[in-house]
């Protein structure tokens, strides 16, 4: 018995090292190449410059915040779908509908989640783009618009999934008293069930915006790759993500500028995603410390 659990022991150890090896890997790589970039373009251009064309022949534009544009954009457009609706399905399958009917639709809900992102694209492009064009006319055939919407529906189950495992953990105790003082159902629902989950659904809600940051088949399909500086819904953009997997697609000479650009808007990117995370986690405890 002492065996199997040192064995057990062993592996649990041994994962939570692997996963630690493997983020400080990914780290000294960004930083690495990140330090062969900013040695041939300055930091302070990188922040400040308003263009991004790397392939410029006279004078290449390196200005992130062309890309961060694209990026906030499109993942703005998508929090704006998906954290409302996700709330609102999550309160009502858990405060609103029965057990067998919450068993038939979590699944059906969930299904969205398994949907391949090249389809979700796909879906842009022939249904939603053309369908936003006959009420925008000058709406181009790439667009920001269409894909944040599209992102949005893709992380409804992430968002609608988490926030009610956060509303099935409330005490029924909370719901009893709110009734028990003359509380309607939805006065209870969204005055007392929904603030005591406050921050399991804040959890859902930076997961969720984290997957449309991360995310790049849609955009690379729907959103286009003209890198401007806009935060136009309706006019075509480029994302960190979309630079990167054109970028690293096509024909680009190992250890160039381009090649090493790479690297250095992916840092970029898990900077932005690593603060967005330390701002949830202190809004989570501040929620956690108000409702202990």
């Not at 249904?127 to 894909?147: I, K, Y």
């Not at 804040?202 to 500086?229: D, K, N």
Request: aromatic content about 12%; overall charge positive; proline content about 4%.
């Amino acid at each position: 018995m002492k065996i199997k659990e040192q064995i057990i022991k062993f592996f649990l150890a041994s994962s939570g090292v692997l996963t630690i090896l493997t983020t400080v890997i990914i780290i000294y790589i960004l930083l690495k190449e990140s330090f062969g970039f900013f040695s041939e373009v300055s930091l302070i251009d990188f922040f400040t410059d308003t263009e991004w064309h790397p392939t410029n022949a006279g004078r290449p534009h390196f200005g992130v915040w062309v890309l961060l544009s694209g990026t906030i954009l499109t993942t703005a457009i998508a929090s704006l779908v998906a954290i409302p609706v996700g709330v609102i399905i999550a309160v009502y399958m858990r405060e609103y509908v029965g057990d067998v009917t919450r068993r038939i639709l979590k699944p059906l809900l969930e299904l969205l989640a398994a949907v391949p992102t090249v389809i979700y694209g796909y879906f842009a492009l022939s249904v939603l783009t053309p369908f936003l064009r006959t009420m925008f006319p000058e709406l181009p055939f790439f667009n920001a618009l269409s894909a944040g919407l599209v992102m949005g529906i893709m992380i409804i189950p992430i968002v609608s999934s988490l926030s009610e495992d956060a509303l099935n953990a409330v005490p029924k105790a909370l719901r009893e008293a709110s009734y028990g003082l003359g509380a309607t159902k939805f006065q209870t629902a969204f005055k007392v069930v929904v603030p005591a989950a406050s921050s399991g659904i804040l959890v859902s809600v930076i997961l969720g915006i984290a997957r449309a940051i991360g995310e790049t088949m849609i955009v690379v399909m729907a959103a286009g790759s003209m890198p401007q500086l806009t935060m136009n819904p309706m006019n075509s953009v480029m994302t960190i993500t979309t630079y990167m997997a054109e970028t690293a697609s096509g024909d680009i000479v190992f250890g160039s500028i381009r090649y090493k650009s790479i690297f250095a808007v992916g840092m970029t990117l898990f900077v932005f995603t690593l603060c967005l995370n330390t701002i949830s986690f202190y809004i989570r405890k501040k929620y956690q410390e108000k409702y202990d």
